[in-house]
């Protein structure tokens, strides 16, 4: 049952992997790669170049701004609407609420970035609310100080539904004998939330934060991509994005394959750190 899902990860995560070698080189398309006599090597020189960038200090704290914000927001928001609505006991209220909640996910970013674009505009929805408070229409879209929650609300809005689901699989999964045993014992609902719910969920959120902060300086690329403008580089420029711009754009192969491998290598070290916390201070881990 295992074997395509090994192949189809294997064909398409790690074979394309030798194609880092071309970090470490001068690489022009067509030219080859692998060999050792023809491909113009330059060691760290693009690793060097980018870390010695007038934009890295800027791409590394936005990255590590915009990650965090949906880290705060986009980690702990699922956790408390799952606990939330798991107290709720009008189960079609509580169908239909987890329904509504998880549609999002299931939206194209594209459309979701349009329609955000678009309430956003001087005329659009949110101007229209706030000109009811005597706030004048404003083009948020190309305010840099905007950008952040901008960026947080909309990528919450669209996970959180569909990432509670898991919390709610989790919690199916309680032994009910317990909740009984403490509604004889005279524990209330949130006696019962704290004692048997979070820690039966315990081990699911260690996993969550885990992948979570080794994803830390990998935000939403496409995302950021579909919503930042040139006028907010200052706050919105991330990483990703940075990447993209190099590489697709500018066609600067190396360069920006030297960039997203010092965010892999990166992203390894934090998911290696956070799982040893885990499995010290929570005793559960990836590994």
């Excluded at 074997?3 to 022009?28: K, N, R, S, W």
């Excluded at 609407?81 to 009008?90: G, M, T």
Aim: charged share 10%; with cysteine.
């Amino acid at each position: 049952m295992l074997a395509p899902t090994v192949i189809l990860i294997f064909i398409f995560c790690y074979i394309p992997m030798y194609g880092l070698i071309i970090a470490f080189q001068d690489y022009v398309p067509g030219r080859q790669f692998l060999s050792l006599a023809n491909a113009n090597w330059v060691g760290f020189e693009h690793f060097t170049a980018f870390i010695n960038s007038i934009f890295f200090s800027r791409l590394i704290w936005n990255t590590i701004r915009l990650s965090l914000l949906n880290l705060l927001f986009g980690f702990t928001i699922p956790i408390l609407f799952a606990l939330l609505l798991n107290e709720v006991k009008n189960l079609h209220f509580k169908k239909f609420v987890q329904t509504v909640s998880y549609l999002p996910y299931f939206i194209s970013t594209v459309v979701v970035a349009g329609l955000v674009l678009s309430f956003l505009e001087p005329n659009g929805l949110v101007n229209n609310i706030l000109a009811m408070f005597g706030v004048q229409p404003t083009e948020w879209i190309v305010q840099p100080k905007a950008y952040p929650t901008i960026y947080t609300v909309t990528n919450v809005w669209k996970n959180f539904g569909f990432s509670s689901v898991l919390y709610f699989s989790t919690m199916a999964s309680i032994d009910p004998t317990l909740y009984e045993s403490a509604k004889i014992d005279g524990a209330n609902r949130w006696k019962q939330m704290l004692y048997i719910t979070l820690p039966g969920l315990r081990n699911i959120i260690a996993i969550t934060l885990i992948l979570q902060l080794g994803a830390l300086l990998t935000s939403n690329t496409e995302l950021a991509l579909l919503l930042y403008r040139s006028a907010t580089y200052e706050t919105s420029d991330v990483i990703g994005t940075f990447v993209y711009r190099m590489g697709i754009e500018q066609g600067k192969y190396s360069y920006s394959t030297a960039v997203g491998l010092f965010l892999s290598i990166i992203g390894f070290g934090l998911t290696f750190v956070a799982n040893k916390v885990s499995n010290k201070f929570a005793g559960y881990g990836l590994w």
